[in-house]
């Protein structure tokens, strides 16, 4: 078991270096290859070639790209000094750099936005969990009859309808049709623990019907697969509770692929559930990320797309570890 763990961690770090690798070559690499001058981003259009070359000599940009590319890897473990005119700034690690346009370091701004898009991911597992595994379990013991179609159709609508299309519809419905809510905004659960829940409940709707989706699908055909196995008709042939026999014996099967979509959806939430969060205005990791974008802040991007890397992999780590714990044949491969 220890020489799984260590071979699941080395490849791990190994996925995070290589994604920093690419994400560096896109950001500072590949701009300066189109002709682009990553000193104008910080200077203005306005600025003549001397003003390039000074604050392009005081970003580190006429150094090797090696040595650019270390100094911002090297800086996430060790820190990083920066320099904004006559001042120098002191990058504590994890130093994931300083945004010259914000004049902020990127990685607090990240944590104070974080809890955000921690709430919103927690929220939306919780609700994509619990009425996807029912709905897939309820329409496969209901095969062919009018509860699994309408869960089918359901879950088609769900998969077939993009994120920005529903939440906009759940934003329309509650704060402007039915009036549940005046305006759906943010409110620290520290501070109001019942409007914390109230506002975040329809963001994290919003992403569990799509998710919701796909795992009523996925539960529902391994659930019909399980149910026609030899063990499963020899457990209802010794007369055990058809509770006992879907509950005990038929839902194991479930469990794997559950497991997997679960790894890469919460992974993939935890680094910014960019366009819910922009649609409802919940300034989390993927709010930065788009008004980042829009900005030209290089830092803050590869600052937000490393830290949503670094959670899609941290899951798929800890999947592969629950594998090794419910099957030990995978602890062989």
């Known amino acids: 078991m220890f020489a799984y763990i260590a071979r699941r961690l080395f490849q791990a770090a190994l996925v995070v270096v290589v994604i920093s690798i690419i994400t560096f070559i896109i950001s500072y690499v590949m701009p300066q290859w189109f002709g682009e001058d990553l000193a104008a981003t910080y200077a203005g259009k306005a600025a003549n070639p001397a003003t390039f070359a000074a604050i392009g000599h005081a970003l580190g940009f ?3 790209l090696v040595v650019q590319y270390w100094d911002y890897f090297s800086g996430i473990f060790t820190g990083r000094t920066f320099v904004n005119g006559s001042v120098s700034l002191d990058c504590p690690a994890p130093c994931l750099g300083y945004s010259y346009i914000t004049n902020e370091l990127v990685w607090p701004k990240l944590i104070a936005d974080f809890p955000v898009t921690l709430s919103l991911a927690v929220g939306a597992a919780v609700l994509w969990l619990f009425f996807g595994v029912l709905g897939g379990v309820v329409a496969a013991l209901n095969k062919g009859k009018l509860a699994d179609r309408s869960i089918i159709v359901v879950a088609l609508a769900g998969i077939s309808m993009p994120v920005n299309f529903t939440a906009l519809v759940v934003a329309l419905l509650v ?6 809510i005046d305006q759906i905004q943010y409110v620290p659960i520290t501070q109001d623990p019942w409007n914390w829940a109230l506002n975040i409940f329809w963001p994290c709707l919003t992403l569990a019907f799509i998710s919701a989706a796909a795992y009523t ?8 697969d399980t149910l026609n196995e030899d063990y499963v008709r020899t457990a209802r042939a010794k007369g055990l509770p058809e509770r006992v026999v879907v509950g005990k014996h038929a839902m194991r099967a479930i469990y794997t692929p559950i497991i997997t979509m679960f790894g890469l959806d919460f992974g993939y939430l935890l680094g910014g559930a ?6 409802f205005g919940f300034h989390g990791i993927g709010f930065d990320a788009v008004d980042a974008i829009f900005r030209a802040d290089i830092p803050v991007v590869m600052g937000v797309t490393l830290m949503a890397s670094f959670f899609i992999v941290l899951a798929n780590l800890i999947v592969d570890l629950l594998y090794g714990v419910l099957d030990p044949r995978v602890r062989l491969a």
């Open 217 to 224: 699908r996925i539960t529902r055909s391994t659930m019909l």
């Open 62 to 64: 006429d150094k090797p």
């Open 175 to 180: 704060q402007y049709q039915f009036h549940f």
């Open 274 to 279: 960019v366009v819910t969060e922009k649609i």
